[in-house]
């Protein structure tokens, strides 16, 4: 069955003009349908659907089929359930981050993709919606075949509230700062981020935050980084603007699905909290709670999609109105580092295209990759569009830094880098000159809008790093309010 899947993908040119002339020629059989009844018809036609999709394709029967678009590689088949492109954890080899054994469905989208119309994946830049999990099992045949039976069936119309939300930002009390930059560009943009703790007692947060006060312009808080649990992100952001900082709460769809994420994000905004980074998420495997169920009811293009809809069209995903709309303004990341990398630029046109006003990228090692991406950004006016944040950090040693590399999907460390780090004399001082002058680098590159620093539990290292780097001076004299 896998060398069938694998000649299928080979011959995925062949294989879409196949089904392009099933699709215009399927509905002949509307006669048959009529006479013997639909049922009677899908009770035929879906077990062969369900064979043939799945020797050739691996197909999970979602009943929303996006084979012809997509490469002719089933995107259900992602173990995260990625519908609108892949991942940041694709591994350097490009096989999956969660079942390492297999290659990633999107690195088989853009092949078959390329073979389909040798060019590009523009054949999926649209976004593709979330999926109904009504729809399981059900043919996607049968709709073409008779036509007056509709994709998506039972699908109930939305129901909607007689309040209007009230939408209008003018007296939102919350004044967001780092809105005003990202859209304005009026300096070079600095931000943090920060894992919350294992506390309830918050100033354990408080205390490392205030090592950037008046260095940043915005303190991102993980959200199960690692798939390890900490403090909820919500709150923990909530803290932080009690205290005077301007929080980015991060939204993972790994663990909670469509309601409770939108439930979540509702609250965190009555709290004050208005920048949101949309997450997929990492594997569950790899965390603390290996034995945790992932939930990946939403990848991060659709959840930015609903997040959008909540704040600029007050209204839920079902379409039920909100009473007053949240004031949310969204990012979303971008990982230039690994493969497929002809589909990450479509991939954050996407994200951008569903309301993405700020990206946050991975740790940035490698300066050509980094340049090549933003080539390909520019040329789609991307970087106009939204504020492009670059990843940079450190870590004390290049054990370390290996054992990043070689452990975390999506961190692509050349080795170039941890042999310089290596060689010298002080390996911390040596891990932080690379990021200053990586720093200082990526200043020069057009279309950057700012850097993102990370690194775990190393916050007095990156407060150095920002002076040091020329990128803010810390606000002396100044009580601090924890």
């Known amino acids: 069955m896998k060398a069938l899947r694998r000649w299928s993908l080979k011959h995925a040119r062949g294989m879409r003009t196949l089904y392009g002339v099933f699709e215009r020629t399927a509905p002949a059989l509307a006669p048959i349908a009529k006479l013997i009844g639909p049922n009677r018809l899908e009770a035929v036609v879906l077990p062969i659907e369900r064979a043939a999709k799945t020797a050739l394709f691996d197909c999970q029967m979602c009943g929303q089929c996006g084979l012809s678009v997509t490469g002719m590689a089933c995107p259900t088949g992602c173990a995260k359930g990625m519908r609108n492109g892949p991942c940041g954890g694709v591994r350097p080899d490009g096989q999956c981050e969660v079942r390492p054994e297999r290659r990633c469905t999107w690195v088989d989208a853009t092949e078959g993709d390329a073979r389909i119309r040798a060019g590009h994946t523009e054949s999926w830049s649209r976004r593709a919606s979330p999926r109904d999990f009504r729809l399981n099992g059900k043919s996607t045949w049968m709709p073409m075949i008779a036509t007056a039976i509709p994709a998506t069936a039972g699908t109930p119309a939305p129901v909607r509230a007689s309040v209007a939300a009230e939408s209008s930002a003018a007296d939102d009390p919350v004044a967001n700062d780092f809105a005003a930059l990202c859209r304005e560009r009026s300096r070079f943009i600095v931000t943090v981020e920060i894992s919350p703790p294992d506390s309830a007692d918050p100033q354990a947060l408080l205390k490392r935050a205030d090592l950037f006060r008046g260095l940043t312009d915005a303190i991102n808080i993980t959200d199960g ?79 930015l999609h609903t997040l959008r809809g909540m704040s600029e069209r007050g209204e839920y995903a079902s379409g039920r109105k909100l009473e007053r709309a949240p004031r949310l303004f969204l990012g979303a990341t971008a990982n230039p580092f690994v493969p497929p990398y002809g589909e990450r630029i479509a991939n954050l046109e996407r994200k951008v295209d569903a309301g993405a006003q700020f990206i946050q990228t991975q740790f940035c090692f490698d ?30 040693t290049a054990r370390a830094l290996r054992w990043m590399a070689d452990h975390v999907p999506g961190v692509n460390v050349p080795m170039s880098v941890t042999e310089r780090i290596a060689a010298a004399a002080d390996q911390r001082l040596e891990g932080k000159q690379f990021c200053i002058d990586m720093i200082r680098s990526l200043r020069s590159v057009e279309g950057v809008a700012g850097v993102h620093l990370m690194g775990y539990k190393n916050e007095e290292v990156l407060a150095q790093i920002i002076e040091e780097a020329g990128l803010r001076a810390p606000v002396r004299g100044v009580e601090s309010v924890t």
Do not use: W, Y
């Open 225 to 303: 980084a690692g798939a390890n649990c900490h403090m909820s992100s919500a709150a923990a952001s909530a803290l932080l603007i009690s205290a005077g900082f301007t929080p980015v709460t991060q939204a993972s769809c790994r663990d909670r699905n469509r309601i409770a994420l939108q439930g979540d994000i509702l609250g965190a905004a009555a709290l004050g909290v208005r920048n949101v980074l949309c997450l997929t998420g990492d594997d569950v495997s790899k965390g603390d709670h290996a034995g945790a169920k992932p939930v990946f009811d939403l990848d991060s293009v659709n959840l």
């Open 367 to 396: 300066l050509n990759l980094l340049e090549q991406f933003m080539h390909e950004v520019r040329a789609r006016g991307l970087h106009e569009r939204t504020a492009i944040i670059v990843g940079v950090g450190v870590l004390s």
